[in-house]
């Protein structure tokens, strides 16, 4: 089994990401786990400096291996907001049902949908650092559909679905979701540095 932290008090990025990793012998564990409770400051200017800064107060912290991620929506009609600032979009503090009733105000009227969701995965281990992307193209729909996944979930339908990710289940959505995209070429990365 290999152990690693994973940099995040988001319990539904951690399950995400456990749900991923488990099968495949990885033990996942969020950092609060460790004592690490406060809130790490996001204040980078895009979504790979933000995992970096993430992945770096845990490892400062524990000294060993640790991801973590920043994800953000990038909407065409919007310029690519909300982008690096999803989680923050309606202000302070983050609330994900305020944020998607911002969105869709300011879609209102918009025939461009076209959006895409995108992950930034940052790798410390053995001194180094490395990131990961995943993307997933897609539109945002009318009206929220769906009750599960988490943040914009029930307003993403991916390209090629006639579902939003809130009404797949966890398993189609890691099927093909960034975060899972992400994921993935971060294990290509550690399969290949493992085969040399």
Known sequence: MN????????AHKIQEVQTILTPLGWQVRGIAEAGLTGEI??????????ASIKARFAFEHLQEPCISDDSGLEVEALDGRPGVHSARFAGLPPDSGRNLR????????????????????????????????????????????????F???PI?????????FAEMTPNQKNEMSHRARAVANWLGFLKKINDI
């Not at 993403?156 to 939003?164: A, E, L, V, Y």
């Open 156 to 164: 993403f339908m991916p390209d090629g679905c006639n579902q939003t």
């Open 102 to 149: 911002l969105l869709l105000h300011m879609m209102e009227g918009r025939a461009d949908r076209k959006a895409q969701f995108r992950t930034v995965i940052c790798m410390l281990w053995n001194g180094n650092e490395y990131h990961f992307e995943g993307r997933v193209g897609g539109l945002i729909t009318l009206e929220p559909r769906g009750l599960g996944g």
């Open 41 to 50: 400051e996001e204040q980078g200017q895009d979504l790979a400096e933000n």
């Open 151 to 153: 943040g914009y979930d």
């Open 3 to 10: 152990n690693i932290w994973f940099a995040s008090h988001n």
